[in-house]
């Protein structure tokens, strides 16, 4: 069982950054895949960013690349997601989420657990 804490989100201005955090409870946080997800008013799930158990290899949409950069500290047992360039369409609900595998890591059905989720909102 693992379970997740998001933390860092808040209200920034558009340009600004804001640094999310997910802390991870269990011993098998380095064997998991993580991601970023989010979710806007109105708006289905969507996926963000995810990083492999290593932190090699990463992946994130179209919209957030340049701008979000995620990382992990497995002896932290934390993932990060580092927000710059914000703009007011970033405005959602930021999820932490941990799964098994990184072929799927864009799919929000192939995660076992989730975050209770951080607000981010940006002012234009």
């Given at each position: 069982?693992?379970?997740?804490?998001?933390?860092?989100?808040?209200?920034?201005?558009?340009?600004?950054?804001?640094?999310?955090?997910?802390a991870?409870?269990?011993?098998?946080?380095?064997?998991?895949v993580?991601?970023?997800?989010?979710q806007?008013?109105?708006k289905?799930?969507?996926f963000?960013?995810?990083i492999?158990?290593?932190?090699?290899?990463?992946?994130?949409?179209?919209?957030?690349?340049?701008?979000?950069?995620i990382?992990?500290?497995?002896?932290?047992?934390?993932?990060?997601?580092?927000?710059?360039?914000?703009?007011?369409?970033?405005?959602?609900?930021?999820y932490?989420?941990?799964?098994?595998?990184?072929?799927?890591?864009?799919?929000?059905?192939?995660?076992?657990?989730?975050?209770?989720?951080?607000?981010?909102t940006?002012?234009?």
């Amino acid at each position: 069982q693992v379970q997740l804490v998001e933390s860092g989100g808040g209200l920034v201005q558009a340009g600004g950054s804001l640094r999310l955090s997910c802390a991870a409870s269990g011993r098998t946080f380095s064997s998991y895949v993580m991601a970023w997800f989010r979710q806007a008013p109105g708006k289905e799930r969507e996926f963000v960013a995810g990083i492999d158990w290593s932190g090699v290899s990463t992946d994130y949409v179209d919209a957030v690349k340049g701008r979000f950069t995620i990382s992990r500290d497995n002896a932290k047992n934390t993932v990060y997601l580092q927000m710059n360039s914000l703009k007011p369409e970033d405005t959602a609900v930021y999820y932490c989420a941990a799964s098994g595998k990184y072929y799927s890591r864009r799919d929000p059905l192939r995660y076992d657990y989730w975050g209770q989720g951080t607000q981010v909102t940006v002012s234009s």
